[in-house]
């Protein structure tokens, strides 16, 4: 078990943009694909883009084209960089495995805000 350490979010405008990162300890991470996640006020957590090991990146619709995930292996650091953001983005943001199995925790998060 690993426990992911999420950093980056704050308080932006609409419009704005912002660069979170989350560190994962441990070898696992270079063999492991990863994703970033989501919880918005009053809804549960949503995957919202993912990482192959090899660099295979996918997204929900609702981030295409505004959302660009990578990951940096020698540093055990995954990131999410996010453009154009939008009230509709307002919410607490986590990285994890893609595949979370039971007993894996989760981190505290960032929070992300975009309003003006």
């Known amino acids: 078990q690993v426990q992911p350490v999420e950093s980056g979010g704050g308080l932006v405008q609409p419009g704005g943009a912002l660069r979170l990162s989350c560190e994962v300890s441990g070898s696992i991470f270079r063999i492991s694909a990863m994703g970033w996640y989501r919880r918005a006020p009053g809804k549960q957590r949503e995957l919202v883009a993912t990482?192959?090991?090899?660099?295979?990146?996918n997204y929900v619709d609702s981030v295409k084209g505004r959302f660009t995930i990578s990951r940096d292996n020698a540093k055990n650091t995954v990131y999410l960089q996010m453009n154009s953001l939008k009230p509709a983005h307002t919410a607490v943001y986590y990285c994890?495995?893609?595949?979370?199995?039971?007993?894996?925790?989760w981190g505290q998060g960032t929070q992300v805000t975009v309003s003006s």
């Open positions: 994890n495995f893609q595949v979370v199995i039971r007993g894996q925790p």
């Open positions: 990482i192959a090991r090899g660099g295979t990146t």
